[in-house]
C-alpha cells in the first residue's frame, strides 16, 4: 500500500506562484509513474502532469504546458508541481496519484491518491 500526502496550496494572486508537493510512504516510489490532476468546483477531474519513472520524461495538459512543471526525487520519495503564471481557471483541488510506470494522462492507470490540496488563484 502507498500513502501519498499533498501540501503547498493556497490562496494566490493572478500571475503568481507556486509549489505542490506530495510526499509517499514505501520503499517503491522510484517504480512508479506519477501525476497530479486537478478538480474545479462543478467539473470532472482532469490531467494535469505525469512523469515517468526512471527517465524522468514529463507530459503535461495543453492548458498548463509552459506553465507548470513536474519532477520527482526518488531519494525523497516525493513528487512536487511548480505551478507559475498562475490563473484564475487554475483554480481547483490538486491531486497526486501513482501509478503505471510509463506515465499516463487516464485516471485508470493510476493506483493511489491522494486527498488533494486546494489552491486558489484570486485577487
Known amino acids: 500500500q502507498v500513502q501519498l500526502v499533498e501540501s503547498g496550496g493556497g490562496l494566490v494572486q493572478p500571475g503568481g506562484s507556486l509549489r505542490l508537493s506530495c510526499a509517499t510512504s514505501g520503499r517503491t516510489f522510484s517504480s512508479y509513474g506519477m501525476g497530479w490532476f486537478r478538480q474545479a468546483p462543478g467539473k470532472e477531474r482532469e490531467f494535469v502532469a505525469v512523469?515517468?519513472?526512471?527517465?524522468?520524461?514529463?507530459y503535461y495538459s495543453g492548458s498548463v504546458k509552459g506553465r507548470f512543471t513536474i519532477s520527482r526525487d526518488d531519494a525523497k520519495n516525493t513528487v512536487y508541481l511548480q505551478m507559475s503564471s498562475l490563473k484564475p481557471e487554475d483554480t481547483a483541488v490538486y491531486y497526486c496519484?501513482?501509478?503505471?510506470?510509463?506515465?499516463?494522462?487516464?485516471?485508470?492507470?493510476?493506483?493511489?491518491w491522494g486527498q488533494g490540496t486546494q489552491v486558489t488563484v484570486s485577487s
Open positions: 512523469i515517468r519513472r526512471g527517465d524522468v520524461s514529463t
Open positions: 496519484a501513482a501509478g503505471a510506470p510509463w506515465g499516463s494522462n487516464s485516471e485508470v492507470y493510476y493506483y493511489y
